[in-house]
């Protein structure tokens, strides 16, 4: 019998503060590619990949595949609280702070609010560090978030956590494979 293209659906939600780069961890997820000027009005609100696990083959029955389905907060962050319609279903959240901004990250604290008022009790959520070659190479950006404090937050609220990229690629694929472990690891 042939193999499925994929063995789990799994529906993401990519939530954070406006302009913190949730678009573009999306765009480089399915697109492999990076926008330094987005335009705003064209945000990004879906976006499906198939991911392969990378550990998953020692059950014996060959690598394990995900069909990712993610949606973008885009251009409704300014109402705070989404509807409810939004995170129905959900398996998956990535809660989106940039690594520059104190202020994203404090915020970080009312979209998980959000997120638990509404979503399915058992989404499993990752914490994502965005915007982390800002702080790297020559001419670093100023640091507005300790990584460790950041892992202490994670750590506290039960939530994976990952620093990322959108412009490098960095900590992108891990960030939804690690929470896609962690989904498929309850079932
Ligand atoms: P959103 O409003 O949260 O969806 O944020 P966007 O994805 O539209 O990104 C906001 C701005 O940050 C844009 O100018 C992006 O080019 C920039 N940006 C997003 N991700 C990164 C990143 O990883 N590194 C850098 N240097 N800039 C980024």
């Avoid at 042939?2 to 789990?8: E, F, L, T, V």
């Avoid at 059950?59 to 939004?86: H, M, N």
């Avoid at 460790?148 to 620093?163: H, K, S």
């Amino acid at each position: 019998m042939a193999s499925p293209a994929w063995h789990y659906v799994l529906k993401f939600i990519i939530t954070g503060d406006a302009a913190v780069g949730k678009s573009s961890l999306l765009v480089r997820l399915t697109d492999q590619r990076f926008l330094a000027n987005p335009d705003p009005t064209l945000g990004v609100e879906f976006g499906s990949k198939l991911l392969t696990l990378p550990d998953s083959s020692s059950s014996g029955s060959g690598p394990t595949v995900v069909k990712l389905q993610c949606w973008d907060t885009a251009g409704t962050e300014s109402f705070r609280s989404i509807t409810r319609s939004y995170y129905r279903g959900a398996a998956g959240c990535l809660l989106v702070y940039d690594v520059t901004s104190r202020k994203s990250f404090d915020n970080v604290r009312i979209w998980l609010a959000d997120v638990r008022a509404h979503a399915d009790a058992h989404v499993s959520c990752i914490l994502v560090g965005s915007k982390r070659d800002l702080c790297e190479g020559d001419s670093p950006h100023p640091r507005a978030v300790p990584t460790e404090l950041a892992q202490q937050f994670a750590n506290d609220e039960g939530l994976l956590f990952v620093e990322a990229s959108a412009r490098s690629g960095d900590g992108v694929e891990e960030a939804f494979i690690r929470a896609a472990e962690e989904i498929i690891g309850k079932v």
